[in-house]
């Protein structure tokens, strides 16, 4: 059985994206989409279990959103424990991607500043 996992990396710092919430949502052929799973990344910048596995990894369409506006806010607070008041110019970032086998391993890794992101298919 195939699965899926994702990695938020925080080119910024240089380190794993801890605290970014995270969903994965899973499109019909009419074009709808279904929230399927939710959770938070660790200290790791990974999740405690993989997002999709077992009988719910299927082929289809999928997206994962990360609300990466959340993170940098709470990651940019001043001294005084004050959050920036302006809008970040990334909000929440979102990856449709397609599974078209249910025995791979997908890995969505996401390297992420305030400014830009980047993802591939990792191993």
Same mark, same amino acid.
């Given at each position: 059985m195939g699965y899926l996992t994702t #990695?938020? &990396?925080d080119t910024t710092k240089g380190v794993a994206a801890a @605290? *970014?919430?995270? #969903? &994965? $949502?899973? #499109?019909s052929a009419d074009g709808q989409r279904q929230l399927i799973h939710s959770t938070v990344s660790n200290n790791d910048g990974r999740c405690d279990q993989p997002l999709l596995q077992a009988? /719910?990894? /299927? *082929? @289809?369409?999928y997206e994962l959103e990360f609300g990466i506006d959340e $993170?940098?806010?709470d990651s940019l607070e001043d001294s005084d424990n004050n959050k920036p008041t302006a809008p970040s110019f990334l909000n929440t970032v979102i990856i449709r991607f397609g599974i078209n086998d249910e025995n791979a391993h997908y890995h969505i890794p996401l390297l992420v500043s305030p400014y830009s992101y980047s993802t591939y298919r990792g191993s």
């Open positions: #990695h938020i &990396l @605290g *970014v919430k995270i #969903h &994965l $949502y899973q #499109h009988d /719910s990894f /299927s *082929v @289809g369409v $993170y940098f806010a």
